[in-house]
């Protein structure tokens, strides 16, 4: 099946979105099909709105467009609808949305096969690379557990940037690792009574992506607004698409992470390298920053992001919602260490009462914070301004930075180094009793693992700040039920071995190189060391654990483009990793340290929270609502 379909007789020519047409109707995508059984079609809102399907319809190769009978006539926002064909989708086909004006809101093309037993976006709902899937569908679900483990080099490529400001230009991102060969794809917008024109015979001519580079080339159809782009291999096999609403690409809509995110209006274009994202909104699959504002206080001084570099490759959208909250009062942060109020860094919710988030700063605080009106502020029956941290003997000015919760309801923190002596590393877990009284709290025990990093000891105030920034607690029925193998032993993991840690293990992630550093930690003062788990990042900021994803969480700030690292048990024992995500696209990119996702138990609606930590409390920079904010919330799938 080719593109000549596209001119079939009776297909409706694409118009300007009508009054009939909902807000977000281009946020509405298929994103999964089957062409077997009942030829079952799901569509996906990637939108922030509910978006009415009344009067919405269908076509195919052969027929004109028809009328079809949702599951809902309505589709929440990250939510699913299916429908079956109203006419039979074949071997080798395509099919066109159309909304209740006409406008084309998606389209999808296969060859023979393909989609049997589904065609699935994978990679992100709504925005992942078309793929045949190589288990049953999952219509009304997620696609992930329907994808394949790897995705075809073809599929690296993705349409990553498009203007229609006159220019009407395009560009292709390869975020594979082998070049790609396009010489015979093609591409058409939205007006169903155009021919798709090769890639190769546009201009500049183009006839291969490199593995990580780009491609452009202006649109010999034109682009305008309310508009759509499709790009398909010389089988005829979906690609990629976008579509935008009025003003949607002008200057341009980019993919926000570069390469793998959604859609957003850019103030600026960057075709030919990688997107910046700048300005953000009013895209074709976006979500909205709310919250903030608010005037900065004496001594306050946010701190710009430094370090920023790209996500690894085969990095997949942001699975939770697209809308993201400010959820800190401005300035909130400032002590009498950090009157800049920077520094927040490591994140944590205690499992046993998710009403609770602990919060590092690195300046030697810990905050316990609760919600009121909306945001998370210091619990004031514990501490209205955080409690201070010391070292073992209350000395010394823990440099702290990651923050979890153990299996004895225990707060632990790490520490990279000692403030007080910056230029001397001192990579120590700290143990606290939150039930401790006073302002000052000393460890009940603490561990140092310094002599383990000597590369970390050189005299330099950087490298001894490139130490344990993060740790998770690990719980040992989990490394047990997915059969963990020890590395002390090569057998299978069996904690009575280790009778004196507790009931888990602690990952402390080393900034230094993204690895992560497993321990068993004693209750007579010594640990275990079980050896260390690549995380395939080149730092860590961050590690927790999700009960709810059964996965350790390995978090990256705008180093390794504000990315989340999914990892998981595989067949050999090993700890490996699973899925990469990166954020919104909607927040900041900036020195994100911190990460948190509230436990099952807080589930509303398949989603609970996620909280993200700004170290620089940076935001979009002076002026913006994020300016001076450290607290970021979202939505992740349950």
């Not at 093609?186 to 021919?195: C, E, I, L, P």
């Not at 979906?238 to 390469?259: E, F, H, L, M, Y």
């Not at 010594?526 to 927790?544: N, P, Q």
């Given at each position: 099946m080719t593109f000549s379909g596209l001119v079939a007789t009776g297909l409706l020519a694409a118009q300007p979105a009508a009054a009939a047409d909902p807000v977000g109707y281009q946020n509405v995508r298929i994103n999964e099909v089957t062409s077997s059984n009942n030829d079952t079609v799901e569509l996906y809102n990637t939108g922030s709105t509910a978006v009415s399907l009344i009067g919405w319809k269908m076509s195919d190769d052969s027929f004109s467009p028809q009328s079809f009978t949702p599951s809902a006539g309505t589709i929440p926002a990250g939510g699913f609808v299916t429908f079956d064909s109203p006419k039979g989708l074949g071997d080798s086909d395509k099919l066109v949305i159309y909304t209740a004006g006409g406008a084309v809101a998606d389209r999808v093309e296969w060859a023979t096969g393909k989609a049997k037993p589904a065609m699935a976006r994978c990679g992100?709902?709504?925005?992942?690379?078309?793929?045949?899937?190589?288990?049953?569908?999952?219509?009304?679900?997620?696609?992930?557990?329907?994808?394949?483990?790897?995705?075809?080099?073809?599929?690296?490529?993705?349409?990553?940037?498009?203007?229609?400001?006159g220019s009407d230009t395009v560009e292709l991102y390869n975020g594979g690792t082998s070049a790609v060969g396009?010489?015979?794809?093609?591409?058409?917008?939205?007006?169903?009574?155009?021919?798709?024109?090769?890639?190769s015979s546009s201009s500049p001519s183009a006839t291969s992506v490199p593995a990580g580079g780009y491609v452009t080339f202006?649109?010999?159809?034109?682009?305008?607004?309310?508009?759509?782009?499709?790009?398909?291999?010389?089988?005829?096999?979906?690609?990629?698409?976008?579509?935008?609403?009025?003003?949607?690409?002008?200057?341009?809509?980019?993919?926000?992470?570069?390469?793998?995110?959604?859609?957003?209006t850019s103030t600026t274009a960057t075709l030919g390298s990688a997107n910046t994202c700048s300005g953000g909104g009013g895209g074709g699959q976006t979500g909205h920053l709310l919250g903030g504002g608010g005037s900065l206080t004496s001594g306050c001084t946010p701190e710009a992001p430094s370090g920023t570099g790209s996500a690894p490759a085969g990095t997949s959208a942001w699975p939770g919602g697209l809308d993201v909250t400010i959820t800190d009062n401005v300035c909130a942060f400032t002590t009498s260490t950090g009157p800049e109020g920077r520094d927040v860094s490591g994140l944590a919710f205690d499992p046993a009462n998710p009403s609770v988030l602990w919060a590092a700063k690195n300046k030697n605080w810990l905050y316990k914070l609760v919600k009121s009106n909306g945001k998370w502020v210091p619990d004031p029956s514990w501490s209205a301004t955080g409690k201070q941290i010391r070292f073992a003997g209350g000395s010394g000015q823990p440099d702290s930075e990651g923050v979890t919760v153990g299996g004895n309801g225990h707060v632990y923190v790490t520490s990279?180094?000692?403030?007080?002596?910056?230029?001397?590393?001192?990579?120590?877990?700290?143990?606290?009793?939150p039930a401790a009284t006073g302002s000052t709290l000393t460890p009940v025990h603490q561990w140092d693992m310094t002599s383990q990093f000597p590369q970390l000891d050189t005299g330099s105030k950087d490298d001894a700040n490139l130490g344990f920034e993060g740790v998770g607690y690990v719980p040992d029925n989990w490394l047990t039920a997915n059969g963990w193998t020890d590395p002390l032993t090569g057998a299978a993991y069996d904690p009575a071995n280790y009778p004196l840690h507790g009931?888990?293990?602690?990952?402390?992630?080393?900034?230094?190189?993204?690895?992560?550093?497993?321990?068993?930690?004693?209750?007579?003062?010594?640990?275990?060391?079980?050896?260390?788990?690549?995380?395939?990042?080149?730092?860590?900021?961050?590690?927790?654990?999700?009960a709810g994803a059964q996965r350790i969480v390995a978090t990256c700030d705008n180093t390794c483009g504000e990315t989340h690292t999914f990892l998981k048990v595989n067949a050999a024992g090993a700890i490996v990793p699973d899925v990469t995500y990166t954020n919104p696209a909607v927040m900041p990119v900036d020195n994100l340290e911190g990460f948190a996702?509230?436990?099952?138990?807080?589930?509303?609606?398949?989603?609970?929270?996620?909280?993200?930590?700004?170290?620089?409390?940076?935001g979009f920079g002076s002026g913006s609502s994020s300016y001076g904010h450290a607290l970021y919330s979202g939505t992740f799938p349950c």
């Open positions: 992100g709902d709504g925005t992942g690379a078309w793929v045949t899937g190589t288990t049953a569908a999952t219509f009304g679900a997620a696609n992930a557990s329907g994808c394949p483990t790897s995705v075809p080099s073809a599929s690296r490529v993705r349409i990553n940037e498009v203007t229609s400001d396009i010489g015979s794809w093609k591409y058409v917008d939205s007006d169903t009574s155009h021919s798709p024109v090769l890639v202006d649109s010999a159809l034109g682009l305008g607004d309310n508009d759509s782009l499709f790009l398909t291999d010389g089988n005829g096999d979906s690609i990629d698409s976008v579509t935008w609403a009025t003003g949607g690409a002008k200057p341009s809509d980019q993919r926000c992470a570069n390469g793998t995110g959604w859609f957003q990279e180094r000692d403030n007080a002596d910056n230029t001397v590393p001192k990579d120590t877990i700290m143990e606290f009793d009931s888990g293990l602690y990952f402390a992630g080393l900034e230094w190189d993204g690895t992560l550093h497993v321990y068993g930690l004693n209750s007579d003062g010594t640990f275990t060391t079980f050896g260390t788990v690549s995380t395939g990042k080149a730092s860590v900021m961050d590690v927790t654990f999700d996702i509230a436990p099952t138990s807080t589930c509303v609606n398949g989603s609970r929270e996620a909280v993200w930590s700004d170290d620089g409390v940076y």
